[in-house]
């Protein structure tokens, strides 16, 4: 049986993560995820419902990253302001059921996500984050930094477009406004700010902002205190990746039954009603680009490249799940 690969701990701590995460992607690659739902119609408030299980995660990462803002190998990529995506989350999961910002979590829809307990799955993935926020040395937080804040980077703006047109929101999401008003759109967790202004971040400047994501982690790479250190880091994000895709077995496998707390937010216009296989292919394909563009990088003119590349194949693929609805 060979043995585990060696891997070259003097490397910058994001190459050992790109390296160091191949086989997560494989499995990602390979997962059922697309396969999952099929038959029937996804209705929006199954969407809302993911939504929810993200703010959980986003809560339980970013309240641990708060708590250890100064640490050495966290302080260099600790932006909440540019970052944080649990605010975000709340405000549209508030704008789609049409209540209060405050009053979301009292929801039937919510209660429903919680009783009489919450999804196994990602029950694990917030206890993880607990776990290594309590640990002596919260470190391999970054991993999850890592995997989730560049792939949320990676082809947001195009994601952005997908879910307006799948679920009816306003039209004309790409406005300054989105951040300034910018809870009442339905999509604020695909939006990001500029790196160094309040202005919505363009793909370029979305470029911009994982590099210096990055740069900040090699600084953190060269503060671990150990070769052991900064491996736990590497092993982390693939577990990471595991976590994360084990958020598909919360998707419920039907429709949901009518919302009993009400019908939510009207739609402007038509909602948009895709077959069910379609929706959840297409969720795969676009969780599976933004692990691919995570693992794969973004550096430099070619990555920028790819970034544009990745765009242009969501815009294609848009059209052709709106065509298939028609």
Not at 195 to 216: V, Y
């Amino acid at each position: 049986m060979a043995g585990a690969p060696i891997i070259d701990l003097s490397q910058p701590l994001a190459t050992l993560l790109r390296e160091g995460t191949k086989q997560a992607h494989t499995d990602a690659e390979t997962s059922q995820g697309a396969k999952l739902l099929l038959g029937g119609k996804l209705p929006k408030d199954e969407y809302v419902r993911f939504l929810m299980t993200l703010w959980y995660v986003y809560d339980a990462i970013e309240r641990a990253l708060d708590r250890h803002a100064a640490y050495p190998t966290l302080e260099p990529t600790y932006n909440p302001t540019l970052l944080a995506r649990a605010p975000a989350l709340a405000a549209d999961i508030s704008y789609l059921l049409d209540v209060p910002a405050d009053k979301w979590q009292s929801h039937p829809m919510h209660k429903d996500l919680c009783t009489p307990s919450l999804p196994s799955s990602l029950q694990a993935y917030v206890s993880r984050l607990d776990a290594l926020a309590d640990s002596a040395d919260p470190s391999p937080l970054l991993a999850h930094s890592y995997v989730r804040y560049l792939g949320d980077l990676s082809g947001g703006q195009s994601i952005k477009r997908i879910i307006a047109k799948a679920y009816g929101l306003d039209a004309g999401l790409a406005g300054a406004g989105e951040l300034d008003g910018g809870s009442e759109s339905g999509v604020s967790f695909y939006i990001f700010k500029e790196l160094r202004s309040a202005g919505p971040a363009s793909i370029g400047e979305m470029k911009r902002i994982k590099d210096w994501f990055r740069d900040g982690m090699n600084v953190a790479g060269e503060r671990c205190a150990s070769g052991e250190a900064k491996l736990a880091i590497v092993e982390e994000a693939s577990n990471a990746f595991r976590l994360n895709m084990g958020l598909f077995s919360s998707i419920r496998n039907e429709p949901a039954a009518t919302n009993k707390g009400g019908g939510g937010r009207k739609q402007s216009g038509t909602e948009a009603s895709w077959p069910l296989a379609s929706v959840a292919a297409f969720i795969a394909a676009a969780c599976l680009a933004h692990f691919i563009i995570v693992v794969g990088g973004f550096t430099g003119n070619r990555g920028y490249e790819k970034l544009l590349a990745i765009d242009e194949w969501v815009r294609e693929a848009f059209q052709q799940f709106s065509t298939g609805s028609a």
